[in-house]
């Protein structure tokens, strides 16, 4: 699906179970509602391979879910 990011906010820390720091990228997105819905619908995703720097507020990127509900897919849409 094609979404646009609203906004971005850097993720740092270290994790509870694992003790090991992480970095991840947060940004709010936004896309078209289905099912005969009117409007956009909005969400925040958590980006754990995507760096903070090359995402762009304001642009549209292709976004894909894994199996799992992770995000695997976040390219810039040309």
């Known amino acids: 699906m094609v979404v646009k990011v609203l906004g971005k906010y850097k993720r740092e820390g ?3 179970t694992s003790g090991k720091p992480y970095k991840a990228t947060g940004v709010f997105v936004s896309y078209p509602m289905t099912n005969g819905g009117e409007g956009d619908k909005a969400e925040s995703v958590t980006l754990f391979s995507v760096p903070y720097e090359t995402v ?3 642009a549209s990127y292709r976004m894909e879910y894994d199996r799992r509900g992770y995000v695997d897919v976040f390219q810039p849409v040309k």
């Open 56 to 58: 762009t507020v304001g």
């Open 14 to 16: 270290v994790g509870k």
